[in-house]
DNA sequence: GCTAAAGCGGAGGACTACCTCGATATAAAT
DNA sequence: ATTTATATCGAGGTAGTCCTCCGCTTTAGC
């Protein structure tokens, strides 16, 4: 599901095809593979030296690959980020601003599910790393998606792109409960369903108490330092 | 807002208060005050000596009082079980069903959000002592309670007891996101509200896929073993 | 095939955590 | 005030992890 030949991808941190061994190219991939794994077991601060193990590769090998813990975590997470924008085309090409809002919670929730590790990744890529901000791209085209929602009398108008960003953070964890191997016991479309009932404007019934958070305090309270 | 002097209570798996001298009391206390800090910072998985300093007591004092780590998480356990029984006592007594279901989503939302390593800590015991089903007292009445509520025609009928929990769930692991310290940037009743609405039968426009978990399946995805 | 660059592996020093043991200190009962 | 059951403390053996150094192996270009 995540380790299916994207060896082109692998790599650097953005467009350069970095060259190496075939061996090397071999030994990478395996690690990033078998990181993600044990990261979704145990969390970003997993032990190094059993990825390496797991990878059947001698420890060196992995620091050779990635300096650092945080520069594992990091092409973790830029290849998880990678996937996300690579699928995430459709959204923002819906036929209507409301589908628009529902692809983006049902894909990015599909991402988050996908990865049992990722939530662990973003927090840890927060504080490691100062200022990192994944999100950015994304922030103002969602903005500009939910106004016309809710001009367009679909989305609730209390509501603004963190709190929809919070309902899908909510979604995502859900994969906590997922074990590795078996087949996904919660089935969270279920509360899809009844989030996006809930997020509609013709079914606003509860006021909703204080003021939405801008996209800088989410962005602090998720990556936490 | 936890540690407030509540020393009858502490100790015993249940009725007997057990007599300590008036020191090892102290520490019994200091230590499951800074356990509980650390738990929630560093998840059950914390180190016990890091435990033991904040609480300005030999290593082995702590074992004295907890022979093992599990132990000390069943402790940390029993005592916010304790309290969210003392505060749920109003949640059957809710003037109508649907407003039982409402208080439930909100009081164990509210207990959760004040601790943040409860996640953790409910994850470590079920993985650690087998069979241990925490809420198998609520389990009945809460299906009870759903299904009045559903015959009123206040909540859509399409979930069970289960599927409320979940979304408990996902509300309480927004703790997460409150620092320590900090007076909590994001506000987590917003995000309850949206998922109240979500949950009104007048509102059901999404026809959720797939069937409910029963309790048994919720408790061991959410217990892993 | 040969050679040089690139890669690999594992030992090892520093650190931290787990848990136990025996010596010392202290609360409380007489 | 004395005694004794209760507690406390930190050293220390074991084990796991981090990260580096350096000798050996393999790939790839000629």
């Known amino acids: 599901m995540s380790s299916t030949g994207d060896s082109a991808v692998s790599g650097g941190s953005g467009a350069e095809p970095i060259r190496r061994r075939k061996d090397a190219q071999r030994n ?3 690690l990033l593979t078998e990181a993600r794994a044990v990261v979704a077991e145990r969390g970003s601060d997993a032990s190094l030296e059993e ?18 813990r945080t520069e ?3 092409a973790l997470y830029e290849q998880s980020l990678a996937q996300l924008m690579a699928s995430s085309s459709d ?17 990015v929730s599909e991402w988050l599910i996908a990865d049992p590790g990722l ?6 890529m927060g504080t490691a790393d100062a200022d990192y901000r994944p999100g950015a791209a994304i922030e103002a085209p969602l903005a500009a998606l939910i106004a016309r929602a809710q001009a367009d009398g679909e989305l609730r108008k209390d509501v603004n792109g963190v709190d929809v960003s919070i ?11 997922n074990r590795p191997g078996q087949p996904a016991t919660i089935d ?10 809930g997020l509609r404007a013709e079914n606003v019934r509860t006021e909703l108490p204080g003021t939405p958070l801008d996209a800088d305090g989410f962005h602090h309270a998720v990556h936490k330092n």
Chains 1, 2 share one sequence.
Request: aromatic share 14%; proline share 4%; glycine share 6%.
């Open 28 to 30: 990478y991939d395996r």
């Open 51 to 68: 990825i390496a193990r797991r990878a059947e590769v001698g420890i060196a090998t992995l620091y050779r690959h990635f300096p650092n």
């Open 72 to 74: 594992l975590i990091r």
């Open 91 to 107: 959204i923002f090409a819906a036929p209507s601003a409301w589908q628009g809002v529902a692809r983006y919670v049902e894909r």
């Open 119 to 124: 939530p662990s990744i973003i927090v840890y």
């Open 167 to 177: 309902l899908v953070t909510m979604l995502g964890v859900l994969s906590t409960y």
């Open 188 to 197: 969270w479309r279920r509360q899809l369903g009844i989030v996006l009932d």
